[in-house]
């Protein structure tokens, strides 16, 4: 019985330390991730009104989907734009600015 119970919680220590060592793999994926996609996963976040079981590829694997384009071009235009009016905004900065986007939808939903 308690040879039992070790081997259950040996079982669940290696399930947890291989989520948590995939969770380290996508937090360094994300932070070297380009400034654009960081954007484009923000902008995504405050825009997208479908329902994401079926109605948004985003969380599909690969990065070619229609809503990562779509998003990805929308970020590339704000980037573009921000440039053309002679900002110039570090990496932090930009990334403040539509975090602050986002925290403003959250905080101001029609209840």
Same mark, same amino acid.
């Given at each position: 019985? %308690?040879?039992?119970?070790?081997?259950?919680?040996?079982?669940?220590?290696?399930?947890?330390? =291989? *989520?948590?060592?995939?969770?380290?793999?996508?937090?360094? *994926?994300?932070?070297?991730?380009?400034?654009?996609?960081?954007?484009?996963?923000? %902008?995504?976040?405050?825009?997208?009104?479908?329902?994401?079981?079926?109605?948004?590829?985003?969380?599909? *694997? =690969?990065?070619?989907?229609?809503?990562?384009? /779509?998003?990805?071009?929308?970020?590339?235009?704000? %980037?573009?734009?921000? =440039?053309?009016? =002679?900002?110039? /905004?570090?990496?932090?900065?930009?990334?403040?600015?539509?975090?602050?986007?986002?925290?403003? *939808?959250?905080?101001?939903?029609?209840?």
């Amino acid at each position: 019985m %308690l040879s039992d119970n070790i081997s259950k919680l040996e079982q669940e220590i290696a399930e947890k330390e =291989g *989520k948590l060592q995939s969770l380290k793999e996508e937090r360094t *994926k994300m932070a070297n991730e380009p400034i654009s996609m960081k954007v484009a996963r923000v %902008l995504h976040d405050i825009l997208c009104h479908s329902n994401h079981t079926d109605g948004c590829d985003w969380m599909y *694997k =690969g990065d070619n989907t229609y809503a990562k384009r /779509f998003y990805s071009n929308m970020s590339a235009t704000f %980037l573009k734009n921000l =440039g053309n009016r =002679g900002n110039n /905004f570090t990496e932090r900065e930009i990334l403040d600015i539509v975090e602050s986007l986002y925290e403003t *939808k959250k905080n101001n939903r029609v209840k």
